[in-house]
């Protein structure tokens, strides 16, 4: 059974800095891996999808990286922006369209 | 951009009544899930649809839950006696069959309110 741990559960930079969220995983029979974003109150915007067979994926000032071996994968943030504070999880799925295992989210505070 | 949409936002009703949750998914999508997260916790999945019917459930998803596609474009959720337990965000999900790019994407939610 996939299990999905995200520590710490919340965060604290000044603006402008670069930080890793960390994202751990137990089935290293990952098929793939999602990052999303959660403002308060609010729904799920998917930031990231990244395969089993890629090692890291970006998209403006984020980029992801995956390694199945350790069971981790990161959530890089440039250049971090007050507008970046939120909820970020990642979730992880066995198979091509099977359930997403989400990690309970870390709570990123960006400072200005 | 194509979204999911859910509705209502909000859903007040009083324990033991049946609610029906609403959700229209993207348009060429063929895999249909919810999920919910209680409040501080975890988001869990529920169900997940295909082909007309259920591909995985969890332990969650007991006989007062049902899912339904009934016409081309809606997907719902129906909780038959609502508990206190059953407060709630819950969001739907699609995805389109393509694997590179299956991508799930969620709704807004509907928050249930059990009193």
């Known amino acids: 059974k996939q299990e999905v741990t995200q520590i710490p559960a919340a965060l604290s930079v000044p603006e402008g800095e670069n930080l890793v969220l960390n994202c751990s995983f137990t089935d290293s029979a990952i098929y793939n891996l999602q990052w999303f974003r959660q403002d308060p109150g609010k729904g799920l915007t998917s930031l990231l999808l990244i395969q089993s067979s890629q090692r890291e994926q970006t998209s403006g000032r984020l980029n992801a990286s995956l390694d199945k071996s350790s069971g981790r994968s990161t959530l890089y943030i440039a250049a971090s922006q007050p507008g970046d504070s939120a909820t970020y999880l990642c979730a992880g799925r066995t198979g091509a369209n099977s359930k997403l295992t989400f990690g309970k989210g870390i709570t990123l505070s960006v400072r200005p | 951009e194509p979204e999911v949409t859910q509705t209502p936002s909000h859903q007040v009703t009083q324990m033991g009544q049946e609610v029906i949750l609403r959700c229209v998914p993207i348009?060429?999508?063929?895999?249909f899930y919810w999920y919910r997260q209680i409040l501080g916790q975890k988001v869990e999945f529920l169900v997940s649809f295909y082909n007309n019917e259920i591909s995985e459930k969890s332990e969650i998803f007991d006989d007062q839950f049902s899912v339904e596609r009934p016409d081309g474009s809606n997907f719902t959720l129906k909780i038959r006696s609502t508990k206190l337990e059953d407060s709630a965000m819950y969001f739907c999900?699609?995805?389109?069959?393509?694997?590179?790019?299956?991508?799930?994407?969620f709704g807004a939610g509907t928050r249930l309110s059990v009193l």
């Open positions: 999900a699609s995805t389109t069959e393509l694997l590179a790019k299956n991508i799930q994407y």
């Open positions: 348009s060429n999508h063929l895999y």
